[in-house]
C-alpha cells in the first residue's frame, strides 16, 4: 500500500513567520517528490519539485528532503496571508503514478 | 509547462443521466489522468488516459461507469455515466510533461440531484 501521509492542520501562523509543513511516505524506491498549493475552489498548482536529499530553495519557499527517514517538508518564510491554503504533498511511485497527501490546511493570520 | 481547459467548468445534473467532461491541452502530451476530489478530500486518481488505447482504472473505479477516451495527444472526455449524488465531485484532468511534472485543468464542478 503506498501511502503519502498529511497532518491535516490546520496549521496556523502568524503574518510573518515560517510555516512548515511535512509530509511522510511509506515506500523507500519513490524518486520524485512535490508540493502542491490548492486555493479553496480552485485546482493544485505546482510549487515546487524536489528529487535529492537535502534543501531546496525557491524564493520564500524551501522543499526539504530526507530518504533514510522518508519526509519531505515545505517551509514557507515571511509568511503573507496570501499563502493561506491547503499543501498538498504528492510522490511519484514506479515512474508512474502521482499519490497525493491528504493536504495540510494553512492559514496565516495578518 | 501546460495549459489545460476543461468543459463544463459546473454542471447539475439529475441522477440517471450522464455528463462528459472534455480536456484540452496546448501541446501534446503523452500522460494524461482524470481525478475526482470530493468536499474537504484530497485527490483520488480514477485512471490514466492512454492515446490509441483503453484506460487503465484504478481499483474502484470501472469503464461502465467512467467511460474515457483519448483520441489525439491533446484531448481527452471524461464520462460520469448513471450518476448518483455520490457522484458529487470535482472532475480534473491532468497532464505530465517530459519533466515529470504534473499540471492540473482547473475541473469540473458537478453536483447531483
Known amino acids: 500500500q503506498k501511502e503519502v501521509e498529511q497532518n491535516s492542520g490546520p496549521l496556523s501562523v502568524p503574518e510573518g513567520a515560517i510555516a512548515s509543513l511535512n509530509c511522510t511516505y511509506s515506500?523507500?524506491?519513490?524518486?520524485?517528490f512535490f508540493w502542491y498549493r490548492q486555493y479553496s475552489g480552485k485546482s493544485p498548482e505546482l510549487i515546487m519539485s524536489?528529487?535529492?536529499?537535502g534543501d531546496k530553495e525557491d524564493g520564500r519557499f524551501t522543499a526539504q528532503l530526507n530518504k533514510a527517514s522518508q519526509y519531505v517538508s515545505l517551509l514557507i518564510r515571511d509568511s503573507q496571508p496570501s499563502d493561506s491554503a491547503t499543501y498538498l504533498c504528492a510522490v511519484i511511485y514506479n515512474f508512474n503514478k502521482f499519490y497525493f497527501g491528504s493536504g495540510t490546511k494553512l492559514n496565516v493570520k495578518p | 509547462s501546460a495549459v489545460i481547459s476543461q468543459k463544463p467548468s459546473r454542471d447539475i445534473c439529475q441522477r440517471g443521466t450522464s455528463l462528459t467532461i472534455q480536456c484540452q491541452v496546448d501541446s501534446q502530451v503523452t500522460m494524461m489522468f482524470w481525478y475526482r476530489q470530493q468536499p474537504g478530500q484530497s485527490l483520488t486518481l480514477i485512471a490514466t488516459a492512454n492515446q490509441g488505447s483503453e484506460a487503465t482504472y484504478e481499483s474502484g473505479f470501472v469503464i461502465d461507469k467512467f467511460p474515457i477516451s483519448r483520441p489525439n495527444l491533446t484531448f481527452s472526455t471524461l464520462t460520469v455515466s448513471n450518476m448518483s449524488p455520490e457522484d458529487s465531485s470535482i472532475y480534473l484532468c491532468?497532464?505530465?510533461?517530459?519533466?515529470?511534472?504534473?499540471?492540473f485543468g482547473p475541473g469540473t464542478r458537478l453536483l447531483v440531484l
Open positions: 524536489i528529487y535529492s536529499n
Open positions: 491532468s497532464v505530465r510533461t517530459e519533466g515529470e511534472t504534473q499540471y
Open positions: 515506500d523507500r524506491g519513490s524518486q520524485s
